[in-house]
T-cell receptor, first 112, second 115 residues
Framework: DQQVKQNSPSLSVQEGRISILNCDYTNSMFDYFLWYKKYPAEGPTFLIS?????DKNEDGRFTVFLNKSAKHLSLHIVPSQPGDSAVYFC???????????FGTGTSLTVIP | DTGVSQNPRHKITKRGQNVTFRCDPISEHNRLYWYRQTLGQGPEFLTYFQNEAQLEKSRLLSDRFSAERPKGSFSTLEIQRTEQGDSAMYLC?????????????FGEGSRLTVL
């Protein structure tokens, strides 16, 4: 039962343009969300997070938006750079417990 | 290198054999996690330690799996009587922050192939 879904397996964007990665979740108990980035042959790296009490969190070129009513979050990367090419995972946590539920990932390619 | 270290990086075994993976977290990180990732999927939580105490286990962790962190430093994940369905990347992560932050430092993983 996939509670966190990333329906786009891949995305290609031109350098300098905006990259938008989407994520949907089904469990209304989720109250904390985050994005990880993964390069080949490396472990995932924490990127940015957002609490359910907010609808936006920004960190440099990265902004995460949360729409609780739609159970949807998105990651915006502006401007996109070739070094951003990686697999991006969104993840969510219930208000109780220590585990995060990950999506299946979106492979982003930024074309120079 | 002061990152999370996992060994071995790749293990090939025959069905029915036992395997053990080791994780050395970043020193001073008191929280340690094991996740499993299969092809085309995101990481799935297996278990969580705070210091030497195993505080949470996923129902994915069947009785063939056991994890330990005896002195609150390194951790081992043992799989007994391996099955082909156990083939996956086993990821270890550590953190000094509360688990709710999700800010984990992952190792490069140990890939298990069960023939």
């Amino acid at each position: 039962d996939q509670q966190v879904k990333q329906n786009s397996p891949s995305l290609s964007v031109q350098e300098g343009r905006i990259s938008i990665l989407n994520c949907d979740y089904t469990n209304s108990m989720f109250d904390y969300f985050l994005w990880y980035k993964k390069y080949p042959a490396e472990g995932p790296t924490f990127l940015i997070s957002i609490s359910s009490i907010k609808d936006k969190n920004e960190d440099g070129r990265f902004t995460v938006f949360l729409n609780k009513s739609a159970k949807h979050l998105s990651l915006h990367i502006v401007p996109s750079q070739p070094g951003d090419s990686a697999v991006y995972f969104c993840a969510a946590r219930k208000s109780t417990g220590n585990q995060f539920y990950f999506g299946t990932g979106t492979s982003l390619t930024v074309i120079p | 290198d002061t990152g999370v270290s996992q060994n071995p990086r790749h293990k090939i075994t025959k069905r029915g054999q036992n395997v053990t993976f080791r994780c050395d977290p970043i020193s001073e990180h008191n929280r340690l996690y094991w996740y499993r990732q299969t092809l085309g999927q995101g990481p799935e939580f297996l278990t969580y330690f705070q210091n030497e105490a195993q505080l949470e286990k996923s129902r994915l962790l069947s009785d063939r799996f056991s994890a330990e962190r005896p002195k609150g430093s390194f951790s081992t994940l043992e799989i007994q009587r391996t099955e082909q369905g156990d083939s996956a990347m086993y990821l270890c992560a550590s953190s000094s922050k509360p688990s709710w932050t999700g800010e984990l430092f992952f190792g490069e993983g140990s890939r298990l192939t069960v023939l």
